[in-house]
T-cell receptor, first 115, second 116 residues
Framework: GAVVSQHPSWVICKSGTSVKIECRSL??????MFWYRQFPKQSLMLMAT?????????EQGVEKDKFLINHASLTLSTLTVTSAHPEDSSFYICSSQGVANQPQHFGDGTRLSIL | AQKVTQAQTEISVVEKEDVTLDCVYETRDTTYYLFWYKQPPSGELVFLIR??????QNEISGRYSWNFQKSTSSFNFTITASQVVDSAVYFCALGDLGEYGNKLVFGAGTILRVKS
């Protein structure tokens, strides 16, 4: 069964809407969660790393005020795309990791379409 | 900087053919991880293998095999007797050994099409 649950799997909304994506670690406590973005027919790009109870670390070029990440518990991290615009349309995937250097487990991804 | 190159954008084979997907990486780290993931059309990432940079032994798992050559910074993936269900995008990734988790850098991916 799924080790990481990502919800919703598919979102369509109007420009200007804020969208929240949840990533839940089901079978273990996730010390670290990662958020990736994948544009159509492209590779996955790391957006940010979040550690439980601390501020997320964003990769260069990723707007932290645009992509709000909250990792309030060891089993839940959320990514909020604020005031989404069509260029934010993408496939967003989270992954969670328990102990460092153990394999990451990926969610099934969220397809976000902004009209 | 870390970088993963998958030079093959797309490969088409006929069922039962063997196919090798190439992966070349760059890193200044002496210790790192290498991964292969499969992404079917549905989008989820399917973990295939993780290899520690210390372990250069080749690995075989059913129809899948991996060849890790540290001297050439390559981690190639071979599918023997390919099947239509193998059609997907395959990503090679490089991971660091971070204290709080392993950041992954992905290659551009190789689209594999297996025709019946």
């Amino acid at each position: 069964g799924a080790v990481v649950s990502q919800h919703p799997s598919w979102v369509i909304c109007k420009s200007g809407t804020s969208v929240k994506i949840e990533c839940r670690s089901l079978d273990f406590q996730a010390t670290t969660m990662f958020w990736y973005r994948q544009f159509p027919k492209q590779s996955l790009m790391l957006m940010a790393t979040s550690n439980e109870g601390s501020k997320a670390t964003y990769e260069q070029g990723v707007e932290k005020d645009k992509f709000l990440i909250n990792h309030a518990s060891l089993t839940l991290s959320t990514l909020t795309v604020t005031s989404a615009h069509p260029e934010d349309s993408s496939f967003y995937i989270c992954s969670s990791q328990g102990v460092a250097n153990q394999p990451q487990h990926f969610g099934d991804g969220t397809r976000l379409s902004i009209l | 900087a870390q970088k993963v190159t998958q030079a093959q954008t797309e490969i088409s084979v006929v069922e039962k053919e063997d196919v090798t997907l190439d992966c070349v990486y760059e890193t200044r780290d002496t210790t790192y991880y290498l991964f292969w993931y499969k992404q079917p059309p549905s989008g989820e990432l399917v973990f295939l293998i993780r290899r520690n940079s210390f372990d250069e032994q080749n690995e075989i798992s059913g129809r899948y095999s991996w060849n890790f050559q540290k001297s050439t910074s390559s981690f190639n993936f071979t599918i023997t007797a390919s099947q239509v269900v193998d059609s997907a995008v395959y990503f090679c990734a490089l991971g660091d050994l971070g204290e709080y988790g392993n950041k992954l850098v992905f290659g551009a991916g190789t689209i594999l099409r297996v025709k019946s």
